[in-house]
């Protein structure tokens, strides 16, 4: 909900482009991860963060406790990159909580 | 990668009657989870628990019990559903990281 705010949300990207995804958190996130729901409605693990940067062939993904964002960037664009993408922020007491997501189309 | 079965995949049910939706997870997670996905609204979060016998109130408990009778399995427990409760349904495990199942498409009609 309103604890984490992901933008844009929704993004069409031409293949072969770059682009960022970005969450900011109200609540005192202490690790953020990444997925990916592909079109059959799968959530695919992408990152798993505590503070600081994991990079994954294209996709690279910051998680800033500080100043209480993460972001995802996604490097040459394919199309199977299409799909939503949800930031998740683990706090509290193992509660984790959803971003609305980012639908993100990639065109050839 | 950790494993979590749910079931049933697909259900149909009527107005005021008993569901119950089932999660097994082989991995030997103590926290486990079940999530609501509607349009409009991304993943929110129902009951979890953190261990057998355990179960806590998520961010939108009314109208869902959960039962946690082992390590393995977290069950969502829908006593009298309503259409308003149509929805899919996600189950998750971990200990840290979490994992998710592939999800009970649920119509209440």
């Known amino acids: 909900g309103d604890q984490v705010k992901q933008s844009p949300s929704a993004l069409s990207l031409q293949e072969g482009t770059n682009s960022a995804l970005r969450c900011n958190f109200s609540?005192?996130?202490?690790?953020v991860q990444w997925f990916l729901q592909n079109p059959r409605g799968s959530l695919m693990n992408l990152f798993y963060l505590v503070p600081g940067t994991k990079e994954n062939g294209r996709l690279k993904s910051t998680f800033n406790s500080k100043e209480s964002y993460s972001t995802l960037h996604i490097r040459d664009a394919q199309l199977e990159d299409s799909g939503t993408y949800f930031c998740a922020a683990h706090y509290g007491n193992e509660k984790i909580t959803f971003g609305a997501g980012t639908k993100l189309t990639i065109k050839p | 990668e950790a494993a979590v079965t749910q079931s049933p995949r697909n259900k149909v049910a009527v107005t005021g009657g008993k569901v119950t939706l089932s999660c097994n997870q082989t991995?030997?997670?103590?926290?486990m989870y079940w999530y609501r996905q509607d349009t409009g609204h991304g993943l929110r979060l129902i009951h979890y628990s953190y261990g057998a016998g355990s179960t806590e109130k998520g961010d939108i408990p009314d109208g869902y019990k959960a039962s946690r009778p082992s390590q393995e399995n977290f069950s969502l427990i829908l006593e009298l559903a309503t259409p308003s409760q149509t929805s899919v349904y996600f189950c998750?495990?971990?200990?840290?990281?979490?994992?998710f199942g592939k999800g009970t498409r649920l119509t209440v009609v």
């Open positions: 609540i005192a996130t202490t690790t």
């Open positions: 991995n030997n997670h103590n926290n």
């Open positions: 998750a495990s971990g200990g840290g990281e979490v994992f």
